[in-house]
C-alpha cells in the first residue's frame, strides 16, 4: 500500500502525459484518440479517488509526499504532495476530464489528434499546479498550463480565436514575470524552492519587510490575474466565448484561487493581511460588477463569464477574510463552482451544438421541446444561485456567513446583494432559453432532447451537486485541518519545521555575516 | 614539457578542414552531370567525427598548444561540441532544403564546414591575431553563403551589407588587437591579462576593450550594432539564416566571455555597465521591433537581437556564475532557433513562397507535425517551463539577480513578456483555422535527413528543458576553466615581453 502511496500523486501526472504522447503517435482514424483521450481521463479520475479513500482526515501537513531532488543547481526537488486544501481540487480536476472528453465528443471533429492530446497536457499541468510544493515546479506547471489552453482557443475559436487566446495568454503570462523574479528573489535570500522551508522564513521575520511587500505583492498580481479579481478581468469574457467547452470548464477559477491561498496567504500571512481590506473592497466591486453585468449580457457565453466573475469574487471575499470558516467554504465553493459550471457548460454547448448560436434571444420554449435539457438546467441554475440542499447554498452561505459574523457586516450585505442579482440573472436566462413563446429558431430544427450519453455525463454530476447540498460534512472533514488562514494565532506557529534540522542559516539582506534562528517548537500541535 | 602532441590541440579543426578539402576536390573531379547532394553527407559525417573529436579531447590535460596559441578545455570543448552541432543540424536541413537542380552545390557544403573551422578556432585561440584570423575564416565562409541565392535580388543585396559592414566591425577588433599590443606588449591572452592591470598607459587599455567590444558586440548582433541583422536574414537562404543565427553568435560569445572575463576581469567595473545597457537595449529595441513584423524571418532576426540581449545579461552574474549561464544560454538558445528555422524551411520551402505571418494560417490543419513543431518551438522561444529556452532565460536571470542587477532582471523579464505577443502571435496564427477561401498550398516536403536535423532540435530543446543538470554542470567546468587559465608555463614559446 505504501508504494502506491509514495507514487500515487507522480501516476496521476505522468498518466495524462502518456496518454497526451499516446495520442499523438497513434494515426487520426475513426474515434481513435476519443477512446485513448477518454480511457485515459477515467484512469486518471480512479487514480485520483485514490487519495481521499486514503487520506488520513484530521492530520495537518502533507500527505502522499514525494521529495525527491532533480536539478541541482538551483536547487530544484520534484516536491509533490497534497493537504485538505488541495486534495479535493486535484479530485474535481480528475472529475471534469472525462467529462471534458465526451462534451467535445461531438463539438470537436477536425484534427482530434491535437485536441485530445493538448487536452492531457492541460490536465498534467493542472494537476502538477495542484500538487507541486517546490516553487519552481509550481511555476513550471503554472506556465505550461497557459500553453494548451491558448493554441486549443486559437485552433477552435468560434469567430475570432487568436486574438481571444492571444489575450488570455498574456494576461496571464506578464504577471508572471514580477512572480519568477519574486520566486528568485526568495531563492537568492534562503537557498530554497521548498514551500514549507519558505514558509517558515517569511514567518520568521528575518527577510526584510520592505522588499517582502513586493514579492508578496507579485505573487497576488499574478494569481489575481489568474483568478480575475476586479479590475484584472479583461481577458475573461473572450476567453469563455471563444475557448472549447471542455477547455472553459477546466480553466475558470480554480488556478488562482488555489495558489492565492496557498502561495500568497500562505507564504506571505502578514503582506495578505496587510492587503486584506482592499482584496475583500475589490472582491465586493468584483461581484456586484459581475452580476450587474451578467444582467445585459445578450450571449450566453458571455453571460457565464461575468457570472463567473461574480463567483470567483465571492470566493476572493471569503479568502481575504483570512478566517477558517471562510476558507473551508471557499474550498467547497471551488468544488461546487467546478461541478456547476461544468454542467451549465455542457448544456449550454449542447444548444449550441443544435441551434449554432449563443445569442439569448434567438431561444425561447425550449422547456416543451427539450424537457429533459430544460430540467438539468434549472437544477443547475438553482445550485449556482444557491437554493439549499445544493451544493452552491453550502458554500455560499459558510461565506457569507462568516464574513457577518468574523469579518465586516457591510461587506456581508453587499455581497448578499450579489447573490441576489446572480438570481435575477440566472433565473431570466432560464426564462428566456427554456420558456415563453417558442422563437423561429427552436420551431425551425428538429426537437432533440439529450441523448443517452449526454445523460450518462450529467447525471453524476446533478447528483454530485445534491449530495454536496445535503452532506457537505463529508467534504468538511478533509478540508477542515488542510487551511490555515492566518488569523489564527494558532495555525501561524503551527508551521511545520524545516526539514534540514533545528538550526538555519540564514544571510542577513547583503551582509555574509550568518544569522542564527533556531526553531521554535511551542507551537508544534 | 608540454607531453600533448599539438596536432591533438586542434584536432577538430583538422578533421573540419580535411572534410572541406576533400569535398571540393571531389566536387571538381567528378562528372557535372552527377549529383552533389552527397558531398552533403561526407560534411555530415566529418562534422560529426570532429565532434567526438572535441569529446576526445576532454581526456586531454588542459593546455595550450602551438607556442601558446590554442588551448584545449572544458571551455573549448562545449562550444566546439555546440557549434559542431549546430553545423551538422544546418547540414542535414540543406541536404533536404536545397534543390537537386542548384548549382555549386558543392560549393555550398564545404564552405559551411570551412565556415565551423573557422568558428571552432575563434573558441580555442588564445592568441588574439589567432582569434582574428579565426574570425576571418568563419565571416568570409558567412559572407558568401548568405549570397547563395543569386536568382533573387535580396542576396546578393544582404551578402554585400553584411560583408560590408561585417568588415568594418572587424577592422574595429583588429584595431583593439593592436592597441593591446601597444599597451601590453604581446598578442597572448594568458600574457596579456596579466600585464594588462598593471600597463603603464591605462587609457590605452580602456581603448582597446572598447574597440574589441564593439567588434564583437556587431557579431552577435546586439544593439546599437544591430541594423544589418534583418536584412541579411531576410535575404540569406533559410538553412544558412538556421547556421549563421546560431554558431558564428556562440563562437563570437564564447570569443565575448574570453576576452571580458579573462583578459579584462580588472575593468569589471567599466564592462559591466556597458553591457548592462546593451543588454537593456538590446532586448527592448529587438522586441519592439520585432512586433511590428509581418515577415517570419525579420521578425525571427529582431528576436535574435532580443535574445542577445538576454544572454549579455547573465554577464552581470559574478564570475563563473555568469559564465555558466551565457555558456547555457548559448546552447538554450541555438537549438530552439535551429529548430525554428528549420521547421521555416520545411514550411516555406527554398524559394520562400510563404514569408509573412499570415502566410503560415492553419499550419496545424495542413501539416499536423509542422504546425505542432513550430509551435513548440516558439514556445521554447517565448520561455514556457519544461522546454530549454525557459532554463536558459532563467539561469542568465538568476545570474543577473545574483549579481545584484535586479533592475536587469525585471526589464529582461518583462521583455520576455512583450516577446510572447509575436511568437505567440505566428503560434496562434498557425493554430488557426485556414480560412474558407485560401488558396490549397502544397503539402510540405519533409525528407528523412530534415527530420534527423529537427529531431536532434526538438531533443536537445527538451533535454536542457527537463534534465537541464548535466549541460549546466558541462558550462560550469566549463566556467571553471576560463577562471582559472592553464598554467602559463606550458606556454614556453613566447619570450615574456615585459618591462615597458
Known amino acids: ?525 | 614539457m608540454n607531453p600533448v602532441p599539438d596536432i591533438y590541440r586542434i584536432l577538430p579543426e583538422v578533421i573540419l578542414t580535411l572534410t572541406g578539402v576533400a569535398i571540393m576536390l571531389v566536387d571538381a573531379s567528378i562528372p557535372p552531370a552527377w549529383p552533389r547532394r552527397y558531398l552533403g553527407f561526407l560534411a555530415a559525417i566529418g562534422t560529426t567525427i570532429a565532434i567526438w573529436a572535441s569529446v576526445w579531447q576532454l581526456s586531454l590535460p588542459e593546455g595550450t598548444g602551438f607556442f601558446g596559441t590554442v588551448e584545449t578545455s572544458a571551455f573549448t570543448v562545449f562550444f566546439h561540441v555546440l557549434i559542431c552541432g549546430i553545423v551538422l543540424a544546418a547540414l542535414l536541413l540543406s541536404l533536404d532544403a536545397l534543390p537537386t537542380y542548384s548549382h555549386h552545390q558543392g560549393e555550398f557544403y564545404a564552405l559551411i564546414v570551412f565556415g565551423a573551422v573557422g568558428m571552432c578556432l575563434l573558441t580555442s585561440a588564445v592568441e588574439l591575431l589567432l582569434v582574428f584570423i579565426a574570425l576571418e575564416i568563419s565571416s568570409i565562409s558567412t559572407y558568401i553563403l548568405a549570397g547563395y541565392r543569386k536568382e533573387t535580388g535580396r542576396g546578393p543585396e544582404a551578402a554585400i551589407k553584411y560583408f560590408l559592414l561585417g568588415s568594418f566591425a572587424t577592422g574595429f577588433l583588429l584595431y583593439g588587437i593592436a592597441l593591446i599590443f601597444g599597451a601590453t606588449g604581446t598578442t597572448q591572452v594568458y600574457q596579456a591579462a596579466r600585464l594588462a592591470p598593471v600597463a603603464q598607459n591605462q587609457p590605452l587599455v580602456l581603448a582597446a576593450m572598447a574597440l574589441m567590444l564593439v567588434g564583437i558586440l556587431f557579431k552577435v548582433s546586439a544593439a546599437p550594432f544591430h541594423v544589418w541583422t534583418p536584412d541579411v536574414y531576410e535575404g540569406a537562404p533559410t538553412p544558412v539564416v538556421a547556421l549563421m543565427s546560431t554558431a558564428p553568435k556562440a563562437a563570437a560569445f564564447a570569443l565575448l566571455l574570453r576576452v571580458v572575463y579573462e583578459i579584462f576581469p580588472h575593468l569589471r567595473s567599466v564592462w559591466e555597465p556597458l553591457l548592462w545597457i546593451v543588454a537593456v537595449l538590446s532586448m527592448t529595441v529587438g522586441n519592439l521591433a520585432a512586433l511590428r513584423q509581418q515577415n517570419v524571418k525579420r521578425m525571427l532576426a529582431y528576436s535574435a537581437i532580443a535574445h542577445a540581449g538576454y544572454l549579455l545579461a547573465a554577464f552581470a552574474g559574478i564570475g563563473s556564475i555568469g559564465i555558466a549561464a551565457a555558456a547555457f544560454y548559448t546552447a538554450a538558445y541555438a537549438a530552439m532557433n535551429v529548430g525554428v528555422f528549420a521547421v521555416i524551411v520545411l514550411v516555406a520551402g527554398y524559394d520562400e513562397q510563404l514569408s509573412l505571418i499570415g502566410d503560415f494560417r492553419g499550419l496545424i490543419y495542413r501539416s499536423p507535425l509542422l504546425g505542432s513543431l513550430l509551435i513548440f518551438f516558439l514556445i521554447s522561444l517565448i520561455g514556457i517551463p519544461f522546454t530549454g529556452g525557459f532554463f536558459g532565460k532563467f539561469y542568465s536571470f538568476s545570474a543577473a539577480v545574483g549579481g545584484g542587477a535586479i533592475a536587469l532582471a525585471i526589464i529582461g523579464l518583462l521583455n520576455s513578456g512583450l516577446a510572447a505577443a509575436y511568437y505567440l502571435r505566428l503560434a496562434l496564427v498557425t493554430a488557426q483555422r485556414p480560412a474558407e477561401d485560401e488558396p490549397a498550398r502544397p503539402m510540405p516536403h519533409v525528407g528523412p535527413a530534415a527530420i534527423a536535423a529537427v529531431a536532434l532540435a526538438v531533443l536537445v530543446t527538451l533535454v536542457l528543458g527537463i534534465v537541464p543538470g548535466a549541460t549546466l554542470h558541462a558550462a560550469q567546468s566549463a566556467a571553471h576553466t576560463l577562471q582559472v587559465p592553464p598554467q602559463p608555463s606550458e606556454a614556453p614559446g613566447i619570450p615574456l615581453q615585459s618591462g615597458q
Open chain 1, 1 to 525: 500500500m505504501t508504494a502506491i502511496d509514495q507514487s500515487i500523486l507522480t501516476l496521476i501526472l505522468l498518466v495524462p502525459l502518456a496518454g497526451a504522447i499516446l495520442v499523438a503517435l497513434l494515426p487520426d482514424r475513426a474515434k481513435l484518440p476519443n477512446w485513448i483521450a477518454l480511457f485515459t481521463t477515467l484512469v486518471t479520475f480512479v487514480l485520483t479517488l485514490h487519495l481521499p479513500a486514503h487520506f488520513v482526515s484530521g492530520q495537518s501537513g502533507f500527505q502522499f509526499e514525494v521529495n525527491i531532488p532533480w536539478i541541482q543547481s538551483p536547487a530544484i526537488y520534484y516536491h509533490v504532495g497534497v493537504d485538505g486544501l488541495s486534495m479535493w481540487l486535484v479530485v474535481l480536476v480528475g472529475l471534469l476530464a472525462p467529462i471534458g472528453v465526451a462534451a467535445s465528443w461531438k463539438a470537436i471533429e477536425t484534427r482530434r489528434k491535437v485536441f485530445y492530446s493538448l487536452f492531457l497536457v492541460q490536465q498534467t499541468a493542472m494537476f502538477g499546479v495542484f500538487v507541486s510544493l517546490d516553487l519552481m515546479v509550481y511555476y513550471g506547471f503554472w506556465e505550461l498550463s497557459l500553453v494548451p489552453m491558448a493554441v486549443l482557443i486559437a485552433m477552435y475559436g468560434r469567430k475570432d480565436g487568436p486574438r481571444a487566446a492571444l489575450k488570455f495568454f498574456l494576461f496571464t503570462f506578464i504577471p508572471s514575470a514580477p512572480l519568477l523574479v519574486a520566486i528568485l528573489w526568495l531563492y537568492a535570500r534562503t537557498g530554497t524552492f521548498n514551500f514549507s522551508d519558505l514558509q517558515y522564513y517569511t514567518a520568521s521575520g528575518v527577510l526584510p519587510a520592505g522588499a517582502m511587500f513586493w514579492v508578496a505583492l507579485a505573487f497576488l498580481f499574478a494569481f489575481a490575474v489568474k483568478v480575475p479579481v476586479f479590475p484584472l478581468h479583461g481577458w475573461l469574457a473572450d476567453t469563455y466565448n471563444e475557448a472549447p467547452v471542455a477547455l472553459a470548464m477546466v480553466v475558470a477559477g480554480k488556478l488562482g484561487l488555489y495558489s492565492m491561498m496557498r502561495f500568497h496567504v500562505g507564504l506571505f500571512p502578514a503582506q495578505a493581511r496587510a492587503l486584506a481590506p482592499l482584496l475583500i473592497i475589490l472582491a465586493i466591486v468584483g461581484v456586484l460588477y459581475g452580476a450587474c453585468l451578467a444582467l445585459v449580457q445578450r450571449d450566453f457565453w458571455r453571460l457565464m463569464a461575468f457570472a463567473a466573475l461574480s463567483h470567483l469574487s465571492l470566493i476572493v471575499l471569503a479568502i481575504y477574510g483570512l478566517t477558517l470558516t471562510g476558507w473551508s467554504g471557499a474550498v467547497y465553493q471551488i468544488l461546487s463552482h467546478g461541478v456547476v459550471d461544468g454542467a451549465l457548460f455542457l448544456l449550454l454547448g449542447v444548444l449550441e451544438v443544435r441551434y449554432a448560436t449563443s445569442a439569448i434571444a434567438s431561444y425561447g420554449g425550449l422547456a416543451t421541446r427539450l424537457p429533459r435539457a430544460a430540467t438539468y438546467f434549472v437544477i443547475g441554475a438553482l445550485a449556482m444561485i444557491g437554493l439549499p440542499m445544493l451544493s452552491g447554498f453550502i458554500g455560499e452561505f459558510t461565506i457569507l456567513s462568516s464574513t457577518f459574523t468574523e469579518v465586516s457586516r457591510s461587506a456581508a450585505i453587499w455581497a448578499a446583494l450579489g447573490v441576489i442579482l446572480g438570481a435575477a440573472y440566472m433565473l431570466s436566462l432560464v426564462q428566456k432559453l427554456f420558456y415563453g413563446p417558442e422563437s423561429t429558431l427552436t420551431i425551425s430544427r428538429p426537437p432533440a432532447d439529450l441523448k443517452f450519453g449526454e445523460l450518462a455525463i450529467l447525471t453524476p454530476l446533478v447528483v454530485l451537486m445534491l449530495v454536496m447540498g445535503l452532506a457537505p460534512s463529508l467534504w468538511f472533514n478533509a478540508i477542515e485541518p488542510g487551511v490555515h488562514p492566518p488569523a489564527l494565532r494558532k495555525s501561524l506557529v503551527s508551521l511545520p519545521a524545516p526539514a534540514r534540522g533545528q538550526v538555519l542559516l540564514l544571510w542577513r539582506n547583503g551582509s555574509q555575516q550568518p544569522v542564527q534562528i533556531t526553531t521554535h517548537t511551542e507551537g508544534q500541535r
